[in-house]
C-alpha cells in the first residue's frame, strides 16, 4: 500500500509498505479516504525541537476512512461506513477519558501524525473506541475536516468561550481553515462577526462567509474597528490562534469580563499581557487544545446540517509537501484536503 513518510525536515516521500494486519480485537481497519491539512502538519514537516518522536513517521493528523474489516468483538459498525478516526492515542481509562474529556487525557501516548504514524496511508487499523460514524450525505472532503478543524472550534466557542446567539465576537485570522468554521458557526447562532484577515481579497471572501465586519489587519487596527463597532464597549468574545503579533490588540478589543479564547500561535509563542487591565476589566483567557469525541460527533452533525467546512482545494497525495508549503505561507483561504 502507499503511505506518505516524513524522513527528516521538509523530506516527505510516497513509499510502498505492507498493509496492516487484519484487525485486531477491539479494532477496525480503515480504507483512508482523505486527510486535512493543519497547523501542526506544518510543525511536524519542517521540524520542531519539542515533538518526541522517530523518523521515518507516516504524516496526517485529520482525516476520514471507509470501514474496511472489523476486528473481534467490535459491535456497531458496519463495512463501508464512513467514520472519522479520533487523532490522539488515549487512554480510555483515566478520570479525564471516562468523563468524555478525551483531550486532557492523562496518559494520551501522542497525536498521530505527528509524534506516531499518522493517516496519509492507503489502509490502517485503529482502536473502535476511537472512532465516530459520520451521518449520512456528507461529502468525503469534508468529513475530512471533522476531527480537528470543526471540534476544536466546536469545543472553543461552545464549550469554552461558551458563546451565546446575539453576542458580538472577533475572529482573528478568518481565512484560515479554523477561522472560516468559527465564522460561519457564529453567524449561525445569530452573533454578529468582526473578521480580520490579512488581505483584501481574504476580507471580501470573510465577508461573503458572513462576517458583519471585516477588517484588513495588515493595513488597519482591528482593535479600533472592534471599539467603534461595538460604540466602545467592546466585544463578548475573542476567538484567537494567531498568537504574538495580535495578542495585545485582542485583549484590548474585549469589553468588561469579555472571553478570550485561544488554541494557537502561528505568529509567536510568546507575547506581553497587561496584568493590570488583565484583572481591572475582570478578562477571562481560555486556553484551547484540541477538543473531544463528542465535539466531533457534534461538528459532524452541524455539517449534515448543511454547515459546511470552506474547501480551499483538494489535491492527492503526490500534492501534500505543494499543499503544506502553501498553508506555511498562508497563501490558503479555507482548508486544503488530501485525497488518497
Not at 87 to 108: I, K, Q, S, Y
Not at 133 to 155: K, L, Q, R, Y
Request: glycine share 12%; aromatic share 6%; charged share 20%.
Amino acid at each position: 500500500m502507499r503511505a506518505l513518510r516524513l524522513f527528516g525536515d521538509r523530506d516527505t516521500r510516497l513509499v510502498e509498505m505492507e498493509p496492516p494486519p487484519p484487525p485486531g480485537p477491539g479494532e477496525v481497519q480503515l480504507r483512508m479516504r482523505a486527510v486535512a491539512l493543519n497547523h501542526i502538519d506544518v510543525w511536524g514537516w519542517r521540524g520542531m525541537a519539542f515533538a518526541k518522536r522517530s523518523l521515518p513517521l507516516t504524516v496526517g493528523a485529520e482525516a476520514v476512512g471507509e470501514v474496511a474489516a472489523i476486528g473481534p468483538g467490535v459491535a456497531g459498525w458496519r463495512v463501508g461506513q464512513l467514520a472519522v478516526p479520533y487523532g490522539a492515542l488515549t487512554c480510555g481509562h483515566c478520570r479525564a477519558c471516562r468523563e468524555g474529556r478525551d483531550n486532557l487525557c492523562e496518559n494520551v501516548a501522542g497525536v498521530k501524525g505527528f509524534h506516531v504514524d499518522g493517516f496519509a496511508q492507503e489502509r490502517m487499523n485503529q482502536d473502535a473506541r476511537l472512532l465516530v460514524p459520520v451521518p449520512g450525505g456528507i461529502a468525503v472532503t469534508d468529513a475530512a475536516c471533522a476531527a480537528i478543524t470543526f471540534s476544536t472550534v466546536e469545543h472553543m466557542l461552545f464549550d469554552n468561550a461558551r458563546l451565546e446567539p446575539g453576542e458580538t465576537i472577533l475572529v482573528q485570522a478568518a481565512g484560515s481553515g479554523i477561522g472560516t468554521v468559527a465564522v460561519k458557526m457564529a453567524k449561525a447562532i445569530g452573533c454578529t462577526v468582526i473578521a480580520t484577515a490579512g488581505s483584501d481579497e481574504k476580507c471580501e471572501r470573510a465577508r461573503a462567509l458572513g462576517a458583519d465586519h471585516v477588517v484588513n489587519y495588515s493595513t488597519d487596527r482591528f482593535e479600533s474597528v472592534a471599539r467603534k463597532v461595538t460604540k466602545k464597549r467592546g466585544v463578548d468574545v475573542v476567538f484567537e490562534h494567531v498568537g504574538a503579533a495580535t495578542w495585545a490588540g485582542s485583549l484590548l478589543s474585549l469589553r468588561m469580563g469579555g472571553r478570550l479564547v485561544t488554541c494557537g500561535s502561528t505568529s509567536g509563542v510568546s507575547a506581553e499581557t497587561n496584568l493590570m487591565m488583565l484583572f481591572q476589566r475582570q478578562l477571562r483567557i481560555i486556553g484551547s487544545f484540541g477538543a473531544s469525541m463528542r465535539n466531533i460527533a457534534d461538528g459532524l452533525a452541524k455539517m449534515a446540517g448543511g454547515l459546511t467546512p470552506v474547501l480551499d482545494t483538494v489535491v492527492p497525495l503526490e500534492g501534500f509537501a505543494g499543499a503544506l508549503e502553501r498553508l506555511e505561507d498562508r497563501r490558503v483561504f479555507g482548508k486544503i484536503v488530501v485525497t488518497l
